[in-house]
């Protein structure tokens, strides 16, 4: 029997950066909107070799072995063949990177080095210097210390040397490491004119290298930056001794030495240089992880670019839509007494959910709230309000994921500041991550009996990335849902409650099973000569098992429509297996995050919303919760939404046998943007009352 075609989970995952890098390259898109893309590009980057790149690096230790989980690929070849793809775009990303410089030059926007500033700018970054950056700045001798330093991962550092000529003549390096957490970036210089100046917080450190090292009296000074990608994996150990929050504590500080996996340098820096730095490091100057870049790294940081030009150069953000139903009535208990209501962000407002909190904590026959948490705002006020809950006297209970990856730090003092102000919080699930997004209070009603209103969402409870991320939130008081969101919330404060869902799909103990009995009946459909369909929209298809099935349903006929914005192992249009699917991905100014699965046809199809993307760990590894969509309004509102998606021909790309992102064209003469289509249409909503 022929193996399961599958595209490599990897190679996808740099398929969809290179869709972020069409975005940079796209002359349609506002100019520093491209600017910013480029930093989202090279932020994604960051993190594939941090995780999956690193990944594939420790699975080279398995041998053989290792080639099976890689569907027959040897690690070391297939690190081979991600370098030259990484290489390809970034060869491309720096072509791109110099045609948005020459745009915005004739926008009158100049972006410089330190030996392009006239006095009056040298004056300026002068006194920027001397009264708050050199204070921010540690030098490392490196010729004079015991041990060569640690380099912190996802920094940046001036690598430099330094020359001494004559009858003493020597050479020194030094390490300086650009504190640009702490300061911008960019720094915006004086104008000429109407001309305008943004330079790189670098170049002013180079212009100052000789203020710097004063003390030595050397004759020349060089700087060249370099950057360390660090594994990302945490390894939690099994001491029972310890809590798991300590656990988790001394598992992301180890991750700050966890081991290199890219180095990233200036191709200008003397051989010598380079030479030292290698022996400090311990790295192999051959290895395929030491990376010649350009004069600047951490470009991630283009993804706050200044405009100092017009609104012109970015998109246009409107404000989010309200919502005519709860802006009818005072209580938003009383609207979803009445009525579901669905909300799409960023299109609509989040802040319904932080106003609903809100109620909750102040009515006096709310007696609890349970929430749970993977991902937080710095300065999160759905957490703000679940706290004012607790100082009101309300039972409240937060489920936190202390193993969100790269939110471990965040996640543990948020769990230390809702412990002090008395709420009750429960550290996930032992073996499993909780990712499901829940929401449940209990109330008492006028008749003196108890009714629970939930929100279930697509997407973390997070004000700051729903103005960002496509997401849906139910808001319900539909007992079905309702019944089955405590039962989980029972499960996560005694695991071993695992209990029979009638409507509720939760991974990982039903998911797997029940997608599979629902593709099922589509196939069985198709076999039988009626129609059958299957449309989801996800982040994420890398599953092989269901790969699998779908595959089985393409061949028994059923239409399978994918929206999937990032890694894709299902390759469609092979003859024979999967010549009834197509696949695509929509990349725009907002990130696609939302999770619809929708099975069938017309008033029969059933619609749900869910936390999971078909993947493993989704599927086997976490807890994750599938909703259906009863109520009809919020149906027709959803399947109407996949159509949108679907007829997308500006900014939707094929998923195919070629692997080339093209862009999808339709048969329609009309250019359909989603997104756009989107916010006119709940703006006309909002518009109607």
């Not at 080279?60 to 081979?80: E, H, I, R």
């Not at 607790?390 to 489920?399: E, I, L, P, R, S």
Request: net charge neutral; aromatic share 10%.
């Amino acid at each position: 029997m022929d193996p399961t075609p599958l595209l490599d989970r990897e190679k996808s995952w740099l398929l969809f950066n290179g869709r972020v890098l069409q975005e940079a390259a796209d002359e349609r898109v506002p100019l520093i909107e491209r600017m910013h893309f480029l930093g989202i590009f090279s932020n994604n980057l960051d993190e594939f070799f941090r995780v999956r790149y690193a990944t594939v690096r420790r699975l080279s230790v398995l041998g053989k072995q290792a080639a099976d989980l890689l569907s027959g690929t040897s690690p070391k070849k297939l690190l081979n063949q991600l370098n030259e793809i990484v290489l390809d775009q970034q060869k491309s990303f720096e072509g791109i990177f110099n045609d948005i410089k020459s745009d915005l030059r004739s926008e009158g926007i100049f972006l410089v080095n330190e030996t392009d500033l006239d006095k009056n700018q040298q004056a300026f970054i002068k006194s920027y210097f001397e009264e708050k950056l050199s204070p921010a700045l540690v030098p490392i001798m490196l010729n004079y210390v015991n041990r060569f330093p640690m380099l912190r991962d996802k920094s940046i550092y001036h690598a430099v040397k330094l020359i001494k000529k004559g009858s003493d003549s020597r050479v020194e390096y030094a390490l300086i490491e650009i504190p640009s957490e702490v300061f911008p970036r960019f720094l915006v210089l004086p104008n000429r004119g109407e001309e305008k100046y943004v330079i790189y917080l670098d170049d002013v450190i180079r212009y100052f290298l000789d203020r710097i090292f004063a003390t030595f009296e050397f004759d020349e000074i060089s700087a060249f930056t370099i950057k360390l990608t660090r594994d990302a994996e945490l390894d939690i150990d099994n001491d029972v001794s310890r809590s798991f929050i300590d656990k988790i504590s001394r598992s992301v500080k180890a991750r700050r030495k966890g081991e290199p996996v890219r180095f990233v340098y200036d191709k200008e820096m003397a051989k010598d240089l380079l030479a030292y730095l290698m022996k400090g490091l311990g790295a192999d100057a051959e290895s395929d992880s030491l990376i010649p870049g350009g004069r600047y790294h951490n470009k991630k940081d283009l993804m706050s670019f200044p405009n100092v030009g017009g609104a012109h150069l970015e998109y246009r953000n409107p404000k989010p839509c309200t919502v005519p139903s709860f802006e009818r009535e005072k209580s938003m208990f009383a609207v979803l007494d009445k009525e579901d209501v669905l909300l799409h962000y960023p299109y609509q407002s989040f802040a319904y959910l932080i106003r609903l909190l809100r109620e909750a904590a102040i009515d006096p026959q709310v007696t609890s709230i349970k929430a749970t948490l993977y991902r937080a705002a710095k300065n999160s006020q759905f957490l703000n309000a679940l706290v004012n809950g607790a100082k009101n006297g309300k039972k409240v209970t937060v489920v936190i994921e202390l193993q969100a990856r790269f939110d471990e730090e965040a996640n543990i003092k948020w769990t230390k500041r809702l412990q002090d102000e008395g709420v009750n919080v429960i550290y996930g699930v032992p073996s499993l991550k909780v990712h499901s997004k829940l929401v449940l209070i209990n109330r008492w009603n006028s008749e003196g009996s108890k009714t629970r209103y939930a929100c279930v969402s697509t997407g973390n409870f997070n004000e700051k990335t729903a103005r960002l991320y496509c997401d849906y939130g139910l808001f319900t008081s539909d007992e079905r849902i309702t019944k089955e969101v405590n039962w989980a919330f029972k499960f996560f404060q005694n695991n071993f409650f695992v209990p029979t869902y009638k409507h509720l799909i939760v991974s990982p103990h039903y998911m797997r099973e029940r997608f599979t009995a629902l593709i099922d009946l589509e196939i069985e459909k198709a076999k039988s000569g009626r129609e059958a369909q299957l449309h989801f929209k996800m982040n994420s298809l890398v599953d092989p098992e269901m790969v699998e099935k779908l595959y089985e349903a393409s061949k028994a006929g059923v239409k399978i429509r994918l929206n999937i914005r990032g890694m894709c192992s299902l390759i469609p249009g092979v003859p024979g297996i999967s010549e009834n699917v197509e696949a695509i991905s929509i990349v725009d100014k907002y990130l696609e995050h939302a999770r619809v699965y929708k099975f069938g046809y017309g008033e029969d199809a059933l619609v749900y919303i869910s936390s999971a993307d078909l993947m493993t760990r989704n599927l086997d590894s976490r807890v994750e919760v599938t909703c259906p969509v009863y109520d009809e309004k919020s149906k027709k509102e959803i399947i109407e939404n996949l159509n949108v998606g679907w007829s997308d021909n500006v900014k939707s790309r094929w998923h195919d046998l070629d692997y080339d992102n093209k862009y999808r064209r339709t048969e329609s003469l009309e250019s359909h943007r989603s997104q756009v289509v989107f916010e006119e249409h709940y703006q006309a909503l909002e518009n109607q009352e």
